[in-house]
Each structure stands twice: as structure tokens, then as C-alpha cells.
């Protein structure tokens, strides 16, 4: 094994332990979180506050739901999951998204009756405990924030703890605004601007979640820089049959029939492939080579072709 493949196996290894790491002090941070609202709740008898932190708790589990799918893309395969269980971070993802339209949809009936019947914002201890929402939630998304880009799971997790930390701040925010001027329906019109926010973003998420888990080609993946790459390989006479799919979030996979000219050359072009699907994020693949004069047996529909 080379020093760069070492080093990828071994980047792919301790990556998922320092992520796991990550959502279980995420997990612990924001359950501590929803004891205290709870408690503040209680001790001044303000249904918003236990209803927040009954939010709150939701998003806790959508913490554990990307951790436990994390934790299942870890795991091996076998004869009835070959690829393992990496498909779970997709299905996460796609839970996630649906949770969070949810969601949206309840600040949203939220707002329409506050609009109806205006209502004061809570007082001191409430804005307290709101700015505290600010700075948990502000942690945990901070942290988040590395793996989001290029993992659909954790995005999911990421877009769930920016939407609190925008509520929280939408809470303070009305709250300082309500006590200078006493204008009582910027509360209702920041969740509206909030909830506006959270659904361009999941908008996008659902749509990924959905597309990958229907086996669609990766947003990351673009099929004609892959044929031109296949295209430009000495040797190569032609090749049909590529199809390219999201094994899990962070990983992709391909399948490509090539046809070549001189049998000899097999093994090398198999290796100058397999370099330029690993170049476009593609970690699995597997070829099938073939050759002149020899069809295709594959009826298929629906696959990219040359």
C-alpha cells in the first residue's frame, strides 16, 4: 500500500471516532441544556419555557439519530448488507430534514395565532434563559460546523441547532425590542423572518437526502468530468454503463463497462480508472472490461453512456 493510500485509509478510520466524539459532547451539552430550561420552567411557571425545552429534547434526538447513524456506518458487512450499514447516514439525514420542516411548520402556526392574540414576552429570567439557548446552541453548531459541507448527516444535526440558536436569538432579540418601544409583534414577525431562513436550508437538505436515497448521482459527482476522464485513458475504445451512487453521505461508489483494444493493457487502464474515479470522490468501483466484436449482454436503461 502506497504512503498516499495509508494515509487515506488511515484519515478514513479516525475521522468517524473524532466525529462521534464531537456529537456525544453536542448530546451531553444541550440535554444539560433542557434540565435547566425545564427547571426555570417550573420554578416560574412559563408554559413557553417547557415547551422550549420539550423542542430542546427533539433536538437532542436528532443528535443521537446522526450519532447512532454514524455508528452504524462503522460497522462491517455482511451477506445481506455488503456494503455495510453506510446507508444509514442518509436516512438520517433524510429523518432529520423531515423533523426540522416540522419543525418549521409549527413556528409558523405559532406565529399566525400570535399575530391573532399578541402576547407579552416573558420576563428577565426568560430572556436569561434564552441567551443561555444562544450560547449552547451557538457551541454546538460552531462545532458542527467543520463536518457540514461535505457530510449530508451531520448538516442535518447542524441545520437543527441553527435553527434554535436563531430562535433563541429571535427571543432576545424581541424581548430588548419589546421593553424600548413595546412593540409586541416583532416577536412573532423575527420567528416568521427565522422560519423563512430554516426553510430555504432544509429545503435543499430534504432534496439531497431524498435523491441520494433513491440512488441519484451525488451533487459532488459530475458525470461528464467522469467521462471525459474515462474518454482521455490510452487504450480505451469506448464505455457505457456508468452509474454512480451515494454509498453513504461521505462516500460514493460506480460502476463502469469499458471497452479496450489490447487485453495486455488490462490491468493498467483498470488502475488509470479507478485513479480518476478516486480524483472525482468516487472511493468504490468496480469495472467490467470489454471487447471488440464482443456485445454487451447488459439490457439496461436509464444508465450514462458514451
Known amino acids: 500500500m502506497s504512503h498516499e493510500n495509508h494515509h487515506l485509509h488511515e484519515h478514513h478510520h479516525h475521522a468517524p471516532t473524532s466525529l462521534s466524539t464531537v456529537f456525544i459532547l453536542c448530546i451531553i ?3 444539560l441544556f433542557v434540565l435547566i430550561e425545564a427547571g426555570v420552567g417550573f420554578g416560574y411557571n412559563s408554559l413557553g419555557l417547557l415547551s422550549d425545552a420539550g423542542h430542546n429534547l427533539s433536538d437532542v434526538f436528532s443528535l443521537l439519530l446522526s450519532l447512532f447513524a454514524i ?3 462503522k460497522r462491517h458487512g455482511n451477506k445481506h448488507f455488503t456494503y455495510g450499514y453506510k446507508k444509514s447516514t442518509v436516512l438520517a439525514s433524510l429523518a432529520n430534514a423531515i423533523i426540522l420542516l416540522i419543525a418549521v411548520g409549527c413556528i409558523l402556526i405559532e406565529s399566525i395565532y400570535k399575530l391573532r392574540n399578541p402576547e407579552q414576552v416573558s420576563g428577565a429570567a426568560i430572556s436569561w434563559t434564552a441567551g443561555a439557548g444562544i450560547l449552547i446552541n451557538g457551541i454546538t453548531t460552531l462545532l458542527l460546523m467543520r463536518n457540514q459541507g ?26 430588548i425590542v419589546i421593553l424600548l418601544t413595546g412593540f409586541v409583534i416583532i416577536d412573532t ?5 427565522i422560519a423563512c431562513i430554516i426553510l430555504a ?9 431524498l435523491y441520494l436515497s433513491l440512488d441519484a448521482v451525488p451533487d459532488s459527482v459530475n458525470l461528464d468530468e467522469i467521462g471525459n476522464a474515462i474518454t482521455g485513458i490510452s487504450g480505451i475504445e469506448n464505455w457505457h454503463h456508468l452509474h454512480v451512487w451515494a454509498v453513504s453521505t461521505t462516500e460514493n461508489a460506480a460502476t463502469v463497462h469499458v471497452v ?5 493493457q488490462m490491468n493498467d487502464i483498470k488502475q488509470q480508472i479507478k485513479h480518476a474515479l478516486a480524483v472525482k470522490g468516487i472511493s ?7 471487447f471488440q466484436g464482443c456485445p454487451c449482454c447488459d439490457k439496461e436503461n436509464g444508465c450514462f453512456e458514451n
Open 201 to 209: 436550508s432544509t429545503w435543499k437538505l430534504l432534496k439531497e437526502s
Open 71 to 73: 455508528q452504524m456506518a
Open 260 to 264: 479496450i483494444k489490447d487485453v495486455s
Open 29 to 31: 451539552l444541550n440535554l
Open 150 to 175: 461535505h457530510d449530508l448527516n451531520v448538516k442535518g444535526a447542524f441545520l437543527h441547532m441553527a435553527m434554535d440558536t436563531l430562535v433563541s436569538l429571535g427571543v432576545v432579540i424581541s424581548g
Open 189 to 193: 414577525l423575527i420567528s416568521l423572518a
Open 284 to 290: 468504490h468501483s468496480t469495472i467490467e472490461f470489454e
